[in-house]
């Protein structure tokens, strides 16, 4: 089927090139002409603006953008909305907040447009992988783009069914999902980032104390000086800690064990932030979710104020000096 693609980054430029690997007609913009050209030579078809992309899509027209979440990705749905007729379709495939996803579907709704959102997980391995699809929107939208989901979507592949699952269908299996009216789809998505945090934060905990086993601190006797890479290795094979960010850590340490091209500055989505959030608005604890989101803020600082505070009220109490630490 013929699909508008807005943004032609990491992930939009891969979900094009995965699209057209199997014939859909993708008509393309970045505000990078370049970047546009890049995809044209590729089979894409190319457009100059916003305008001309809507102007050569035929009815019912569907746009699928992939840009930052916030205001750049509300710009340009409103835009892209009073450009298009009812019947037509706008996705939004980023990682935008599922507050703003009902907000302008009920918008787009009085002009009878569809607005569908999809939360994407595959990162920069999607184009070969597949992506995880966790779509919000009506039947008759998310119908309409399936040919799309299919694509995008990982597939049934060689992964065995789930036992107790014969009686059930759907797509699940083939790794997307509709998951409700407009919104639930960045819902789940922003819940799968949250788990992603802790998950994250408990495999970089675990690797630290392996690391530090070999202190001096310790009694000599109890000393390990662990190979991370081989543990990483044999962990993938039959442990149940085995996962893709399992598999991601292993092939980090293969390449440099000690990680000396990162200084642990780490960012975080805002999904994070938004897990947290609805936490505290549905009363459910979050214990490990919100350690892991403070810990990604933690790494941005050298020490914070609490920090210096903790350790004058441990002087006030009991003399304990600061020792100085290496650089």
Request: hydrophobic share 40%.
């Amino acid at each position: 089927m013929q699909l508008g693609m807005v943004g032609l980054g990491r992930m939009g430029g891969n979900m094009t090139l995965r699209c057209l690997a199997s014939e859909h007609q993708m008509v393309v913009y970045d505000q990078h002409p370049g970047t546009v050209d890049s995809y044209v030579v590729q089979g894409a078809t190319g457009a100059t603006s916003i305008a001309d992309l809507i102007h050569q899509l035929s009815p019912p027209k569907a746009v699928w953008i992939m840009l930052p979440a916030g205001h750049v990705t509300e710009t340009a749905v409103m835009a892209i909305s009073q450009q298009l007729q009812a019947g037509d379709i706008i996705i939004d495939g980023g990682n935008s907040m599922f507050k703003d996803d009902v907000r302008r579907a009920k918008t787009l709704r009085a002009a009878g447009i569809h607005y569908v959102d999809v939360g994407t997980s595959g990162g920069v391995w999607g184009v070969e992988r597949g992506y995880c699809l966790m779509i919000g929107g009506s039947v008759e939208a998310v119908t309409h783009l399936d040919p799309i989901f299919k694509t995008l979507a990982p597939g049934v592949g060689d992964i065995p069914p789930t036992p107790g699952r014969e009686a059930m269908s759907g797509t699940a299996e083939a790794g997307y999902l509709h998951c409700g009216p407009p919104g639930a789809g960045h819902f789940v998505k922003m819940i799968h980032n949250g788990i992603e945090y802790g998950l994250m934060q408990a495999y970089a905990e675990g690797f630290d104390i392996l690391r530090q086993a070999n202190s001096n601190a310790l009694p000599e006797a109890q000393r390990f000086d662990f190979n991370l890479a081989d543990i990483a290795e044999v962990w993938r094979r039959g442990s149940v800690v085995g996962s893709w960010l399992l598999d991601l850590t292993a092939m980090a340490l293969a390449e440099d064990a000690d990680l000396s091209a990162y200084t642990g500055f780490v960012e975080d989505s805002g999904e994070g932030r938004w897990t947290i959030q609805t936490a505290i608005e549905e009363a459910v604890p979050a214990d490990v979710l919100s350690a892991a989101l403070y810990t990604r803020f933690r790494s941005r600082q050298e020490h914070t104020y609490a920090e210096k505070l903790l350790s004058a009220m441990r002087y006030k109490f009991g003399g304990h000096v600061e020792q100085p630490t290496e650089d």
